[in-house]
């Protein structure tokens, strides 16, 4: 069974750092492109970053360019957010996704709370 788990969230200050995982497992992410989105309480979903299935190409919300980074280890299956000077505006849970043959897959979702 395909299934995507997300890790790492948690409660963090204004300024700190947090680095999500998304573990894949039931299929290989090598082949796939692999997304993150946030969903804030009486806000939009909104799209956070991409990262190609080889890792070379990468996009970013505006909002966060320049704070976070994706990456991939196809070995390990697993996509990765370092995010860095978090904004309590980055409150959110956070999820991640693929498209596999067509359909949309995420994880349960992980909080990050950014709060003094």
């Known amino acids: 069974q395909l299934q995507l788990v997300e890790s790492g969230g948690g409660l963090v200050q204004p300024g700190g750092s947090l680095r999500l995982s998304c573990a894949a497992s039931g299929f290989t992410l090598d082949y796939y492109p692999i997304g993150w989105f946030r969903q804030a309480p009486g806000k939009e979903r909104e799209g956070v970053s991409c990262i190609s299935s080889s890792g070379g190409s990468t996009n970013y919300a505006d909002s966060v360019k320049g704070r976070f980074t994706i990456s991939r280890d196809n070995a390990k299956n697993t996509v990765y957010l370092q995010m860095n000077s978090l904004k309590p505006e980055d409150t959110a849970v956070y999820y991640c996704?693929?498209?596999?043959?067509?359909?949309?897959?995420w994880g349960q979702g992980t909080q990050v709370t950014v709060s003094s």
């Open positions: 996704y693929t498209n596999f043959l067509g359909i949309i897959y």
